[in-house]
Antibody, heavy 118, light 110 residues
Framework: EVQLLESGGGLVQPGGSLRLSCVAS????????VNWVRQAPGKGLEWVSS????????YYADSVKGRFTISRDNVKNSLYLQMNSLRAEDTAVYYC???????????WGQGTLVTVSS | QSVLTQPPSVSAAPGQKVTISCSGS????????VSWYQQLPGTAPKLLIY???KRPSGIPDRFSGSKSGTSATLGITGLQTGDEADYYC???????????FGGGTKLTVL
């Protein structure tokens, strides 16, 4: 059974940093691109970042470029999101999601809540 | 403001049919496959339709997808109260080099 389990969310002050993790199981992690997608309270889905199966190709949404860094460890079956210079507008539930062949997300984690507030 | 445009809400009676539209442009829907997601209250999104019109295993054939030009449509027949959820379309945008979603449509089954 494919599972994605996020962790690392919490309350952080504006300007602070946080590192999210997502542990995958039930599939060959090193064969799939994985993504971060977030959802602000009461709002819609927003794509954040993607990383290819090897880690060689990375994309970011303009809203997080230069502040967030995506990475992965295929030995540990883990995906990470280092978030720096956090802003109130980064407050959201952050989901990790596995990408299928022609750009769709076939499995999602349960999400981890990040709250940026003083 | 989302890159893909969806109606904020739709409603219909149990047993009826509803369609949800998703409008984009040539840089996204016009040149890429569209997927659809269902998000029940308090849960993570779930893949409903991929590659415009394919259903993952376990998704009933009451759910269907289509695409024409720069627009896509999700159809749901035989509505059930359990279908009440938020529905999102998504795709890749070649100009933005990133994923894009619609703003979401809240389905109410009256």
């Amino acid at each position: 059974e494919v599972q994605l389990l996020e962790s690392g969310g919490g309350l952080v002050q504006p300007g602070g940093s946080l590192r999210l993790s997502c542990v995958a199981s039930g599939f060959t992690f090193s064969s799939f691109e994985v993504n971060w997608v977030r959802q602000a309270p009461g709002k819609g889905l927003e794509w954040v970042s993607s990383i290819s199966n090897s880690g060689s190709t990375i994309y970011y949404a303009d809203s997080v470029k230069g502040r967030f860094t995506i990475s992965r460890d295929n030995v540990k079956n883990s995906l990470y999101l280092q978030m720096n210079s956090l802003r109130a507008e980064d407050t959201a539930v952050y989901y990790c999601a596995r990408r299928g062949s022609w750009y769709y997300f076939d499995f999602w984690g349960q999400g981890t809540l990040v709250t940026v507030s003083s | 403001q989302s890159v893909l445009t969806q109606p904020p809400s739709v409603s219909a009676a149990p047993g009826q049919k509803v369609t949800i539209s998703c409008s984009g442009s040539g840089s996204n829907i016009g040149n890429n496959y569209v997927s659809w997601y269902q998000q029940l209250p308090g849960t993570a999104p779930k893949l409903l339709i991929y590659e415009n019109n394919k259903r993952p295993s376990g998704i009933p054939d009451r759910f269907s997808g289509s695409k024409s030009g720069t627009s896509a449509t999700l159809g749901i027949t035989g509505l059930q109260t359990g279908d009440e959820a938020d529905y999102y379309c998504g795709t890749w945008d070649n100009s933005l080099s990133g994923g894009v979603f619609g703003g979401g449509t809240k389905l109410t089954v009256l």
